[in-house]
């Protein structure tokens, strides 16, 4: 028995080292990292993994704080403190009782440390796991790597919903990038770009499917990434929805594994040998989406390449970008977007045929999904690449399946693919150069320096006056002649564009398409829209009813105006009808209906989509006023005259039957036009019309967009009824709170929500001159452009 206890007490001494190990694995209150100190990080118990500094490739003196795989060659780093901040030389990481880890450049200034609410730091440890955990004296965990993921998840990882995985910027570029993957507070999982000034997020490429609206217990709870390697989201009921299956990697005893989003925005799940040779790297598993380059399209943003850029998918399931002929990079970085090595525009070609300065590029199997402007079918090759080699709008046309889609720039989502139907025709500048500049100096042939010499003899052995004379001619007749040919030109191009740009329907056509004009959608101003079909393409035919002064006219401006017209937040005209007396236009169909039904129906949107609208209307009329070919006022801004794409995108309709106003003048005098409650005081006085009126409609809209109430509404009553007048008296009281009542989302976006009633009583001020124009109320919405307090919107007479 005794010599039992005595290899008990030899043994258990044998151990004490390992277990001096161990315990050293702790991380106490006061220890601290240097950027010196890259050698000798802090190491988790079994070394699988280690925390410090890792240098920046291409930043010699800048470190990241960060935790990496710690015994494969390449040092995998899995999570990081400071992509958006790097630690320049000198900086130092230490562990404090009452803030964590943190992390002070040489100067003691912070860049970075462990947020936590409760309670004071006793130690830290790195796990097996490579969870980095900050605990309290009653070992009850304060914050924790895992808690506060970046661009991977590991094995035993749970997001909860409302987490977050970031990608990077660029492969070795550690700020914060383009795409997300998020558990949403639905339950569903997803992956989508954002914006990344703003971090609005744009669509979705990628989507779970794990929220049950008809059970809510069968929603997605939580994503988990269980200990042996595959990914899962577990519903309230406890069932498992798999994103990868047990079956397809290796056991975790031989193998490590990891979640990634990439900077292009694919996520992997992929796995390590523990124990590598030299050959051995990471192996993917598992990419989503399957195809990014086809999956990935969005309303917005550029897609996984930059804008203009092709992407193609490799051996790897991975995108691979390139810029198309005759466009080059704007930054070195092949995932960035392109730009045309040449100059391109109405403007810049004047008066030469375009078959002498463009050429086309055949690009098959290639496709910019977005960016339509016009769309011509049934068309054949030819006339396909003519419409865009003639139109200075068009940059690509895609034809497939009979049909042309003219695109301009820039270019959205572009893909190759074997299983991309259809063909790219790119207008290219001829000789990859840009136009000749004009006020080069041209360097005449021999012919014409003989010619030369012979004309300058005569004049300088004529006389003074013989000379003027001729030289006058000269100039006359140039100038009669210059005019005599512009003329021409601009006479061509007028009468053309309604021939080159839209189709002509019959009547019978369109009485067919209606089925005989059986369907209302809703009646405007001066005509009733009915919902028809053409070619199994679903439209909006409006019927003009009311009688002009000079109905031909007022027609053709529209057509002609709306023909040129072409923004993403306008209602693109597809075609008309002029025959005898029925003057009708064919619009795109616009599946869900007006702003007004969407804002005053029985469900409130929710504050985000509102805000999106505000932004989409105001981008549209800064269109009409200042960036189309021809100014123009809308003169009836509205809700009903606001319409919503099937992504709830907002496009200003109706906007072609009003006062067309020339580049070169600024003011109109006119009827009446508007309707009650949006008609702005400058109609009522004896001065000029201008844009200032639609800035002064856009104001009482944009309350009703905060609000999701009518401009005036004897419903309601009381000092509500005039929505002008009850939210100036809610600014001026300190009572924003009032306008968005039982709104949570709005009451949590303050400083919003002031920035927008503010930018309101800008836009209703009686004086015309003191409303901004479109462009600063775009950028105030935005943020771009501070907002000033406003005056009193109406100092001389009620708004009402």
Known sequence: MPSVNVFRLVFFLLLLPIFAVAQNRNISVGDSLTTDDVAAPWLSNSSDFAFGFRQLDNKDDHFLLAIWYNKIPDKTIVWYANGDNPAPRGSKVELTPDRGLTLNNPQDEELWRSKFTRG???????????????????????????????????????????????????????????????????????????????????????????????????????????????????????????ITEENEIAPATTHYHRATLNFDGVLTISQHPKNPTANDSWTENRSIPDNICLDLITNMGSGSCGFNSICSLGNDRRPSCKCPPSFSLIENDPYESCKPDFIQGCEEDGKSPPEALYEIETLPNTDWPNNDFELFKPYNVEDCKASCLHDCLCAVAIYRDNSCWKKTLPLSNGRYDRDTKGTAFLKVRKNNSTRQNPSAQVIPDAKDQDTLIIVVSILLGSSVFVNFLLVGAICLGFLFYYKKKMKRICQLHHEGVVERNLRQFTYKELIEATNGFKEELGRGSCGIVYKGEVETVRVAVKKLDRVFEDSDKEFKTEVNVIGKTHHKNLVRLLGYCAEGQHRMLVYEFLSNGTLATFLFGDFKPSWNQRTNIAFEVARGLFYLHEECSSQIIHCDIKPQNILLDEYYNARISDFGLAKLLLMNQSQTKTNIRGTKGYVAPDWFRISPITVKVDVYSFGVLLLEIICCQRAVDIEVGGERGVLTDWAYDCYQEGRLDALVVDDAEALNDMKQLERFVMVAMWCLQEDPFLRPTMKKVMLMLEGIVQVSVPPSPCPFSSIS
């Open 120 to 242: 004071a730091v006793a130690f830290g440890i790195l796990n097996d796991t490579g969870n980095l955990v900050l605990v309290d004296e009653n070992s009850e965990n304060l914050w924790e790597s895992f808690k506060d993921p970046t661009d991977t998840l590991l094995p035993t990882q749970i997001m909860e919903r409302g987490g977050v995985l970031s990608s990077r910027l660029q492969r070795n570029n550690f700020k914060r990038g383009r795409f997300q993957f998020r558990l949403l507070h639905d339950g569903n999982a997803v992956l989508n770009p954002i914006n990344m000034p703003s971090n609005y997020t744009y669509d979705a490429y990628y989507l779970s499917f794990t929220y049950d609206p008809a059970n809510e217990s069968n929603s997605g709870y939580r994503l988990i990434f269980h200990d042996s390697g595959f990914l899962y989201i577990e519903r309230m009921s406890r069932e498992r929805s798999y």
